[in-house]
């Protein structure tokens, strides 16, 4: 997964918001954790905060595999990509112009 994706820009913008840092401080191998200092509260409050932005619902289940950055990108492509697809058509019909 390319660094410069736009989700992955989308993420690291709004951690480095989260933790008031510099979005170039922070990569996706660093860990939420150990590299980054997020304890389990401020995890979930980022987690919210990325719910928010990409209206979504985070499980809880699914917590435990977000170790770091990368696997907050990784998840949330799988988690958005199918999202996207059923906006398509919706897209498309509301750009198509109507027949003379």
């Known amino acids: 997964m390319p660094p410069e ?4 820009n989308q993420i690291l913008s709004a951690l480095a918001e989260h933790l008031k840092r510099d979005k170039k401080s922070i990569s996706l191998e660093n860990r939420l954790r150990d590299d980054l200092g997020l304890d389990s509260i401020a995890t979930i409050e980022l987690l ?3 719910e928010e932005v990409f209206d979504i619902q985070i499980p809880d ?29 919706r ?5 198509k112009r109507p027949q003379k």
Do not use: C, I, W
């Open 5 to 8: 994706s736009s989700l992955a």
């Open 61 to 89: 289940e699914d917590l435990k595999g977000l170790v770091t950055v990368g696997h907050v990108v990784k998840y949330l492509q799988k988690r958005l990509a199918p999202l996207s697809s059923k906006k398509s058509p």
């Open 91 to 95: 897209t498309a019909a509301r750009t």
């Open 48 to 50: 919210f905060k990325l």
